[in-house]
């Protein structure tokens, strides 16, 4: 191979290019669904906290306890709420057998004040039932029980065809958490209630008397920390194109640009970026190509 040509070694240096440049590895969408801090695409994007509980596969965004995972129907960046969906849950279309929904004690999630919980088809000996408006033996302690003696939530609820017809039972044995308080464990255990089904819903949109229309699934509010604040580096780096992730041996803050590069400020440098990241560096393939075949001459 002549080495010595200039047009050859031009012609090397141009294929060898694009295996230069990378791609940014920190996405901004999972699908639709805009993905923003804390959550990220994958392992080293967002918050080190979140990411084990809210991930992206196959484009699908997903919240993961120990009591299994459910699709992510929206996030409200504004109120800082994520919505999910529980496929084994009731709702006014079906009736389906559960076995309860949990949070892990050290994920950054509470239940949001909007969500409403009903343990429905419970036994008649059921603790849920017996201890309504109390307080129960402790291992829920402080998890106030309402049931259906105040609220209309119940009867409405059993005036569902698939629920009327599958449990046949009296609108006694249904009972609402609202607020939604499952005490320190964050853990509803229907078997152990004697409830072998639940619904959910977060949202009466505008429609409260007709369960039809209700926005059925689980609303769960996280905070960026403990004072809640945003962080200032993460804001500059999203308001520079770039995406907020972590790296190192202490998950530090870094920085994701669109050229891939990472930095621990933001993706400002980039003077070009509005206009593609390939005008972005031809500035400096030009004057290495040109220096490559002027030395060689």
Known sequence: MDFTNPSL???????????????????????????KYPFGSGPGCGDPRFQPHVTCSNQKLTFTTHTGSYPITSIDYTNQIIHISDPTMSTCS??????????????PFTFADSTIFALVDCSMNSSSICQSNGYDDGSNSNSKLLCDQETPICSLLYSCRPISTTINLPISTCCVYTPVNLGPAFEMDLQKLQCPSYTGFYNFNDQEMDPEKW????????????????????????????V??????????????PNGINTTADCFFISSYNNGFRNGVAWLIYPVACSLVWFFL
Request: charged residues 15%; positive net charge; glycine residues 10%.
């Open 244 to 257: 907020c992730g972590y790296g190192g041996t202490y998950n530090s803050f870094i920085c994701n640009c």
């Open 215 to 242: 926005n059925y699934g689980i609303a769960l509010k996280y905070k960026f920390s403990v004072t809640n604040d945003y962080p200032g580096s993460c804001d500059a780096c999203e308001r520079s194109h770039g």
């Open 9 to 35: 070694l031009l012609s090397i240096f141009l294929l060898l290019l694009p295996s230069l440049i990378s791609s940014q590895i920190c996405q901004r969408n999972c699908g639709k669904e805009t993905l």
């Open 94 to 107: 079906c009736t389906v057998p559960s076995k309860g929904f949990g949070l892990n004690w050290d994920a």
